[in-house]
């Protein structure tokens, strides 16, 4: 008889999780309520044991359970800068929507890419649910976070680019500035 350990120990920091699975924290938060704010919030050299004992959460099999399929979600929803450049290439119509603050596109921006519309955010969540939508950011975390929301609010074609405009100068364009 085999027995399969999980990739997540109850021992861990929050700290360690959150370095592996950068999704945990939004997905105990949107599941549990737990580490979104600052009444529900987490310290990082807490254990995972400790959070789901301070936040009631019993089951702590579940919980685990919750952070490995968040973490699956967005491994499925990353795309990488040379994907992204593959379609634009060949014309492929879908949206290119960077999230970064107007202060940040001031520094370096990707000329395909739309700014997203802050003062009209409400304009995307009108699109057909099935566009194809791409955002970006800096590193690919914030994109990350967007893309869930789409995700959240019904949109079923929505990725988030892999390292962002970080990846992209890696993999496609170096002579866009770093900061």
């Not at 990739?7 to 700290?15: A, F, G, H, K, V």
């Not at 949206?95 to 304009?123: C, N």
């Not at 975390?141 to 405009?165: C, E, K, L, P, Q």
Request: net charge negative; proline share 6%; with cysteine.
């Amino acid at each position: 008889m085999t027995t399969t350990t999980s990739p997540i120990d109850l021992n861990m920091t929050m700290e360690q999780i959150l370095a592996r699975y950068p999704s945990a924290q939004r997905a105990l938060f949107q599941r549990y309520h737990v580490g979104g704010c600052s009444s529900c919030g987490f310290e990082p050299d807490d254990t995972l044991a400790q959070v789901c004992k301070d936040h009631n959460l019993l089951d702590t099999t579940s919980v685990v359970q919750t952070i490995l399929a968040a973490h699956e979600v967005d491994q499925k929803m990353q795309i990488e800068p040379k994907q992204v450049k593959a379609w634009l290439d060949a014309g492929e119509p879908f949206r290119f929507v960077d999230v970064r603050t107007p202060e940040e596109l001031a520094i370096a921006k990707i000329p395909q890419a739309e700014a997203l519309d802050y003062q009209a955010p409400e304009k995307y969540m009108q699109l057909p649910k099935d566009t194809k939508i791409v955002f970006s950011c800096k590193s690919g975390m914030r994109s990350m976070d967007v893309a869930s929301y789409f995700i959240g609010h019904g949109f079923t074609n929505v990725y988030s680019m892999r390292g962002g405009i970080n990846g992209w100068r890696q993999q496609i364009d170096p002579s866009i500035p770093a900061y």
